[in-house]
């Protein structure tokens, strides 16, 4: 708790101090005369104390005032929108050297509960590297087990392409695990899931069969994505590919004999995701997204673990509470569920910091500064 409450501090102090910085570096309207050192007001052709032309110095002058407009129109003033909308990817991408931390979850069932979160931080306005948690579906353990991914994302078409602002920007990414996840079943899961019980041939009666089953899992999911403008609604859409590993399952039966382990197994999973976003008002979206999501399931039949897909819709709105932090919130439901009593309420907070805006900013500032003193 201590820590969790000065990493807070430390953000709010940087961005406090970020801000202050950037008020006292405020580029002054005057020109300098480049003979005789004296300034003059921007409205003078000639300088006061030599009678020199000031037509260079309006021009340069001019052009920094450029820079520095469009560094404040765009990434002090303008409103930061996260690269996705709950989860499904856009064809956008983070701005260079900035970060981005996003965090939540869903929310409804005590089985399903999880709490995923995400750093990123863009390369060149071109890419990004992201580091992830995402969660897995089952039918073995209570919540979804959480799985550590990086991901590497580029934009292979820009939006606003030749000054189009209809043009449609495309982005392609790959996702990875990081390592081998353990999964292990929870007791209480398996006793409250009828799939896992069994006539018991002694006793001719149903009974739960499996005491606990655990193995490790990986994937790697590769997909492309475009983002189509239309006036206020966005429209996105994709296609994915996921590779996903299966292997050294090991399955504990009460009262069974037959006790044959799988052997690793590998899945390829083509799927796809489709979404889109409409602006409401400034500090308001509405979202919906729908996907395709890998299902890890045991089947007593094979006494195995298979992998399907099951789909995913979310709908909701995304909230700015400021330009650089806003939260999304909406219902979550999947067709693995029994019923709409099983959905679930998505939230999730966003925040952002401009490092790399900023310091651009601040470098053009400061180089105006010193130019004109």
């Known amino acids: ?22 008020n006292n570096l405020q580029a002054q309207d005057f020109l300098i005369c480049s003979k005789c050192g004296q300034k003059n007001e921007i409205v003078n052709k000639f300088c006061i104390a030599c009678g020199d032309s000031l037509d260079d110095e309006y021009k340069a002058w001019l052009i920094k005032r450029n820079e520095q407009r469009f560094h404040e129109e765009k990434f002090i003033s303008g409103r930061v929108d996260p690269p996705r909308l709950f989860s499904v990817p856009t064809a956008r991408v983070l701005g260079s050297k900035d970060i981005s931390l996003m965090g939540g979850g869903a929310f409804g069932v005590a089985m399903q509960r999880s709490i995923l979160g995400t750093v990123g931080i863009g390369l060149g306005n071109i890419a990004e590297v992201e580091f992830s948690t995402v969660g897995l579906i ?13 991901a590497f994302k580029i934009q292979l078409i820009p939006e606003n392409l030749f000054g189009l602002s209809f043009f449609p ?26 799939d896992f019980y069994a006539n018991n041939p002694a006793t001719g009666m149903d009974e739960c069969a499996i005491n606990s089953i655990g193995y490790n899992t990986r994937f790697t999911i590769m997909y492309g994505v475009t983002t189509i ?10 296609l994915s ?62 006494k195995e673990i298979e992998v399907s ?10 909230f700015f509470f400021t330009k650089w932090l806003s939260i999304d919130t909406g219902v979550l439901y999947q067709t693995n569920y029994k019923g709409i009593a099983d959905s679930q309420i998505k939230l999730g907070l966003n925040l952002f910091l401009p490092t790399g805006s900023i310091s651009d900013y ?6 105006q500064k010193t130019s004109e003193e």
């Open 169 to 194: 920007a495309l982005a392609v990414s790959i996702r990875s695990s990081a390592n081998w996840k353990d999964i292990q079943s929870d007791w209480s899961m398996i006793r409250s899931n009828s």
């Open 309 to 318: 897909h099951t789909y995913v819709t979310i709908g909701g709105v995304r």
């Open 229 to 238: 403008p239309l006036g206020p609604l966005h429209l996105h859409a994709g």
């Open 1 to 22: 708790m201590k820590t969790r409450k000065l990493v807070v501090f430390i953000i709010v102090f940087i961005l406090f101090f970020t801000i202050v910085l950037i």
């Open 362 to 367: 601040i470098k053009t500032s400061v180089k």
């Open 241 to 302: 590919l996921t590779d996903v590993r299966v292997k050294e399952a090991s399955i504990d039966y009460i009262w069974l004999e037959d006790n044959n382990d799988p052997e690793e197994k590998q899945k390829n999973l083509i799927g796809g995701f489709l979404g889109f976003d409409i602006e409401k008002n400034p500090q308001t979206k509405i979202m919906f997204e729908a996907k395709t999501v890998s299902n890890h399931e045991y089947n007593m039949d094979t």
């Open 138 to 150: 089952n039918n073995i353990a209570q919540g979804s087990p959480t799985v550590t991914t990086s």
